[in-house]
């Protein structure tokens, strides 16, 4: 199994233009999660949903959106894109059968907004 | 607030120990995860510890001390291969996942 898509890989974005990062996976999990990782910081949580059909803001939601249609697809749009929002984003899955339950990685998006 | 602190680099040799330290607070505790990222890669699961005590897999062990709000991770008999960013992250009282900024480990030959 694939586990866990993101695209693109990489991409260089003009300040103000709009851009949608995919994450596909493939192993049925509830919960699915957007981080942004900085050099020097943590990963910080941008959006999550726990279940399809459903979302919630993490801690740096602002500038970004996301919808959950179904299990497999989590996309993050960036309405109008701003240089801070530079960033890896990785997108991550968990079964959440408990909550506690492990969090399993795409490979990343970097992402250059100029 | 909440934070957890880990140290930003450590170097070790081939063959040998180390002990990355993670020290965190928290808004409550549902578990602490040991993850480990190659550069310009996702980050990997390693670990997970609720309760007090050491967990060992392998090479690799975790210890867990929720009075101190402390954990370490214990790597034996280091490979070249283990170079890589070891990240400590807490699961708080919503379920949420707050990280560390990670611990940049140098294998030396």
């Known amino acids: 199994t694939a586990g866990i898509t993101q695209a693109p890989t990489s991409q260089i974005l003009a300040a103000g233009r709009s851009m949608t990062l995919r994450c596909t996976q493939d192993m049925r999990h509830n919960a699915m999660y957007w981080y942004r990782q900085d050099l020097g910081l943590g990963l910080r949580l941008i959006h999550y949903?726990?279940?399809?059909?459903?979302?919630g803001k993490g801690e740096v939601p602002d500038g970004y959106s996301v919808s959950r249609a179904n299990t497999d697809d989590f996309p993050l749009t960036l309405a109008s894109a701003v240089p801070s929002q530079t960033s890896v984003y990785f997108c991550?899955?968990?079964?959440?059968?408990?909550?506690?339950?492990?969090?399993?990685f795409g490979p990343g998006t970097r992402l250059t907004v100029l | 607030g909440q934070n957890i602190d880990q140290p930003t680099e450590m170097t070790a040799t081939e063959g040998a120990i180390v002990q990355i330290n993670c020290t965190y607070q928290t808004s409550g505790f549902n578990g602490l995860f040991w993850y480990q990222q190659h550069a310009g890669e996702a980050p990997t699961f390693l670990s997970y510890?609720?309760l007090d005590g050491l967990e060992e897999k392998g090479r690799f062990s975790s210890f867990l001390s929720r009075s101190k709000g402390y954990s370490y991770l214990l790597l034996k008999e280091l490979q070249m291969k283990d170079s890589a960013s070891y990240l400590c992250?807490?699961?708080?009282?919503?379920?949420?996942?707050?990280w560390g900024a990670g611990t940049k480990l140098i294998i030396k030959p």
């Open positions: 510890n609720v």
């Open positions: 949903s726990n279940t399809a059909g459903t979302t």
């Open positions: 991550a899955s968990s079964d959440s059968g408990q909550l506690t339950d492990t969090q399993y």
């Open positions: 992250a807490v699961m708080d009282s919503n379920y949420q996942l707050i």
